[in-house]
């Protein structure tokens, strides 16, 4: 409800081809006043949700989204679970330092190229400090909260 008015959104959930969800969509067509009239056609807004991102070992950030980009960059929004850190360990993977890194380059990139504008990385708590707030201190340089 947006100051007596409310806003209706439809979902539509894409599946790839081999049945698995792939994007889910909000959109929004109309806003109805609380009378129930269609007061307006309000601007159309497109908001997409993906899941788990992960860019490990991504060298072309052209590539992870290719398929995907173009409907990306239809959406006003478009929200991704990372399921990695944008961070290089200083000594690479180890035993003790195990986890999903992709390269803050090319991996930044790729976010950026596809069109997402915006990131979860609640799940990478356990890659340690250093890792988050590099991550972090990436995702801000692009803009990506």
Do not use: Q
Not at 53 to 73: I, K, Y
């Amino acid at each position: 409800m947006l100051n007596g008015s409310t806003l209706l959104l439809s979902v539509v959930v894409r599946v790839d081809r081999d049945g698995r969800t792939g994007i889910v969509m909000l959109e929004s067509s109309h806003v109805f006043t609380s009378s129930g009239l269609d007061c307006c056609h309000s601007m159309p807004f497109k908001m997409m949700l993906t899941g788990d991102v992960n860019l490990m070992n991504v060298t072309d950030p052209a590539v992870p989204f290719a398929r995907v980009a173009g409907e990306f960059r239809s959406a006003n929004i478009v929200f991704s679970n990372l399921e990695c850190c944008l961070y290089d360990p200083p000594h690479g993977h180890t035993i003790d330092n195990e986890g999903f890194y992709a390269h803050p380059g090319p991996g930044g990139e790729a976010l950026k190229h596809a069109g997402i504008k915006a990131v979860g990385i609640a799940n990478n708590v356990n890659y340690g400090e250093a890792a988050i707030k590099g991550s972090i201190a990436r995702l801000d340089e692009m803009g990506i909260p």
